[in-house]
């Protein structure tokens, strides 16, 4: 068996141990965990549209110029994600979930894939691509049209509808944040999950867990920002290890 190899298991092992023992557990994830459904990642190959990088579509500056032009973006992504369904890495977050008395899943994502899988104490830090809010009125809705059509659409007040997504430049629920926090503060174990650690500020979040003596897991495809202070980094799919180490914590089905 190669060294790595090794290395690897003895880490999902340890892995599941601490799972196993831990009290108060936070997951992190970001768009690496949708990866495995199908769903193109921020800053990956794929992240590109009409060779336009997210940063440069996902601001409030991009919209106001052009919203038709934003519009097609979310409205590509929202008929991409239509045809998704959630992977064995949001399958075993849900199961945690029920495994764990306190546990909350702190997530980048607004695909609403976590939803689909069972989980529920989720806390979603930049939005929800399925809900739309008007500019006039500020009523925010669920809505599900794939496609669009016209784009941009508009609210039944005349209003124009806009993503509820948080954009670039734009701040975070007070609300939504303060309980991410906290639940990072209380925690004994965070699991980051997907994500290249360089987004703020859900990027200081382990970061406060780790200042308060919790351990911090990394499962990510490649290296990442948090990488060399997480105290486990396992380079793999979330998809793959994330379902052994819940079976290592917890038993389950084979
Ligand atoms: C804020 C919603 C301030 C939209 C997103 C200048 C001006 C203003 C702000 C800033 C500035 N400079 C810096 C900032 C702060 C800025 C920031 O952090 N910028 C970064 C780029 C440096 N942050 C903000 O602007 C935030 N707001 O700070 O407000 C403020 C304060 C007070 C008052 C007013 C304002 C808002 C940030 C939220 C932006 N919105 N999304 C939408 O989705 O359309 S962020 C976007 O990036 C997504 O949410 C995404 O989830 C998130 C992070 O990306 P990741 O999830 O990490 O995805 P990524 O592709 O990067 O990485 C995936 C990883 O998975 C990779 O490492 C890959 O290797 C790995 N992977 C792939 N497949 C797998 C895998 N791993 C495991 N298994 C696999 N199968
Ligand atoms: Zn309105």
Redesign the pocket.
Known sequence: MSHTRTSELNAVAQAGEWLAGAQSVVALT????S??SGLP????AG?LWRNRR??TL?TPEAFAADPKTVWEW?DW?RSVHAGCSPNP?HHALAELERAKLEFWLVT???DGLHEQAGSRRILK???D?WKVRCLTCGREERDTRVPIDPLPPYCSCGGMLR?A????????SEETLRAAFDAAARADLVLV???????????ALPRVALERGARVIE????P?ELSGVAHLSLR????ELLPEIVRRAFGGAP
């Open positions: 970001g768009a690496g965990v990866a495995e990642t921020f800053r990956g992240g997210p940063e996902a979310y992504r890495g980048q994502n607004v830090l930049h939005g691509l993503p997504v948080v954009w670039f430049g734009e701040s975070l999950l997907g994500t290249s650690s360089v987004v703020y500020p859900a990027a499962i990510n495809l490649e990442t793999g799919k979330t998809g």
